[in-house]
């Protein structure tokens, strides 16, 4: 089966864990969307799954923007 993602339509922080991918509302400009998360804390690293390149993002910001959030186990939230 796809994964299909799970759209974080829920209020409160988003339960990220290292090694999960975001897909965000705006893409990157080099095209791509999703985001694989290398650190969780007040800010998130994360890295472009499109160009490789790692930004420092606060955690408030990315919630606002995430469009749709692959559990990097697969399983349920
Ligand atoms: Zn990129």
Do not use: N
């Not at 799970?6 to 922080?13: I, L």
């Not at 969307?33 to 472009?48: I, M, P, S």
């Not at 490789?52 to 186990?73: N, Y």
Request: glycine share 12%.
């Amino acid at each position: 089966m796809a994964r299909e993602g799970v759209a974080p339509d829920r209020t409160g922080p988003l339960p990220l864990h290292l090694g999960d991918v975001l897909q965000l509302k705006k893409p990157h400009p080099c095209g791509s969307d999703r985001w694989t998360v290398l650190r969780v804390g007040a800010d998130l690293r994360l890295r472009c799954e499109g160009c490789g390149r790692i930004v420092l993002v606060g955690r408030a910001q990315i919630e606002r923007r995430v469009r749709r959030l692959f559990p990097v186990d697969g399983g349920p939230l």
